[in-house]
Structures are given as structure tokens and as C-alpha cells.
């Protein structure tokens, strides 16, 4: 199947946002008649992120702000992924959070109850904390030394967050800090984990080969497409460039110079 034709065969487009619809506070010239068609075609996109450190709500704002109308049922991120796992597998237990208030106030949306007292915590939750302090990591690593039986789950194994002006340290570098100290690892549930993609697709009903995930780097947004079983877009407007995908093992389906040509793709019948 030619690369539009399949472009054009899928009911649900699941975005990465920030590398793949806008950079920072800029958005990208094709993005609103973008999503724009992809309505008027009868199609479904969600905004599925692994950046926790803001919340859903956070999130409807920031896309108002750059003039995207969105709502809650709009998105799939790791913070509400985190959410899903930790009720099926640490349901009631207290929460210590080393994220941002956007964070703890999500999954206290959810019925946990977050905790900054290291000996009543029951379960750790590492973010993408913008609000990062060193007493933060201390707690963290001192639970994880003095009581190493206490479950330790990341939001999300992003090494950098992408900026107008290059990266700043993400989850995953903060999670390679506390590696270091503990020599401990967490569970990680953001991409390049199925569990979004997977989640997305049973909520609408859609199949894997009704699906994509289109996103700008290889080791989540691919990875997870990879892992769901679903077709895999990879733009290079964001973190990966011609070099990074040509030493990468894993490869995507498609390849685009950004979300653009999906656009292209979508009208070329009309």
C-alpha cells in the first residue's frame, strides 16, 4: 500500500504533541486545518503525551492558548496511564510524588491520596517535575535505600524535553540520578509502553489497523506503535533527526518531514 493510501486508511490518529503539532509555544503552520480534516473526514485523533507535568485540564488551556479547542475525552497521557496501572495494581495505597502539582492534583482526581511524609508512603511516582527540588530527590532515594521493597513507577522514560531553544532534562534523566544513588530502576508506564495506544483504541473501538501513532521520536512514540501493533509515523520536526533513524534498530513504518504531509495526503482526493 502506497504511503498515502495508507495515510488515508486510518479512522484513529493518535499525536505526540510537542515535537509533532507545535514546538513549545509555537505552533506549526498545517497543524489546525490538519486537525480540522481530519474531523471533517470522519476520522478521531487524540493528543497522546508522556509529558506529566501537566495535567489534562493543564493541557485543554495550553492547546486553547495556541488556538486548538480541545477537551478532556481529546486526550491520552501518562499521567492518566500512571493512573490506570496504579488502580490495578496499588489501589488505595499513598502516593509520594516527585512530580508537579499538576500531577499529585490529577491522580488526587482520581481518588489517591498523595503523601509528602516518606515513612506513611506506599508507593513511589517519579514525573516529569519542572518544579524539581533536591529534597525531593533525597526522599526518593532514601526510601528506595531504607525500604527497597516499596514499588517505584516513572510516568515516562523521556530523556529530554523539547524547547524553542534545544532541551531540558525529562523523567528519564531525573530516573538515571536516582540510578545512580540507589542503583535502583523504576517501572515505567508512559511510551514506549502499549498500555496508551491500547487504552485509546479500546475506549473508541477502533482496531490496531484502523490505528497510528504519529510522533517525533523513535524510543517512545515509534517503540509504542511498535509494541501496540499499530502503524508507526515518524516526523522529523522534533527530536530525531535523518542520522538518529538511520542508527536506530527499531523502524517506523513511515517516515514524514513533519505532520504536514499527512494533511497533503488527506486532500489529495478531495
Do not use: W
Not at 120 to 143: A, N, P
Request: aromatic letters at 8%; charged letters at 25%; glycine letters at 8%.
Amino acid at each position: 500500500m502506497q504511503t498515502n493510501e495508507l495515510l488515508r486508511s486510518k479512522k484513529l490518529y493518535l499525536f505526540d504533541m510537542d515535537g509533532t503539532l507545535y514546538l513549545g509555544n509555537q505552533l506549526y503552520d498545517f497543524t489546525l486545518e490538519l486537525l480540522d480534516t481530519l474531523k471533517k473526514t470522519g476520522r478521531r485523533y487524540l493528543f497522546m503525551t508522556n509529558n506529566s507535568s501537566k495535567s489534562v485540564d493543564d493541557y485543554v488551556k495550553k492547546l486553547g492558548s495556541l488556538g486548538i479547542t480541545a477537551g478532556r475525552e481529546d486526550f491520552m497521557t501518562s499521567s492518566q496511564a500512571t493512573a490506570y496501572y496504579l488502580h490495578k495494581h496499588h489501589e488505595g495505597q499513598k502516593l509520594y510524588v516527585c512530580g508537579t502539582q499538576s500531577l499529585k492534583e490529577e491522580l488526587r482526581r482520581e481518588g489517591f491520596t498523595v503523601t509528602t511524609d516518606v515513612n506513611e508512603t506506599e508507593c513511589i511516582v517519579m514525573g516529569f517535575d519542572t518544579e524539581l527540588t533536591f529534597q525531593k530527590l533525597h526522599d526518593v532515594s532514601f526510601m528506595l535505600l531504607t525500604r527497597p521493597e516499596l514499588p517505584y513507577i516513572a510516568t515516562n522514560p523521556d530523556y529530554v524535553c523539547p524547547t524553542e531553544f534545544g532541551s531540558v532534562p525529562d523523567c528519564g534523566s531525573v530516573c538515571d540520578m536516582i540510578y545512580n544513588a540507589t542503583k535502583k530502576r523504576p517501572i515505567v508506564i508512559g511510551k514506549p509502553s502499549p498500555l496508551m495506544p491500547q487504552l485509546a483504541m479500546e475506549a473508541l473501538g477502533i482496531s490496531v489497523d484502523e490505528a497510528c501513532v504519529v510522533g517525533d521520536r523513535i524510543y517512545t512514540d515509534i517503540k509504542s506503535g511498535l509494541n501496540a501493533g499499530i502503524t508507526s509515523i515518524l516526523v522529523l520536526s522534533g527530536e530525531t533527526t535523518s542520522e538518529i533513524l538511520d542508527e536506530s534498530a527499531d523502524k517506523p513504518h513511515i517516515v514524514l518531514q513533519d505532520a504536514g504531509q499527512i494533511l497533503a495526503a488527506l486532500k489529495e482526493l478531495n
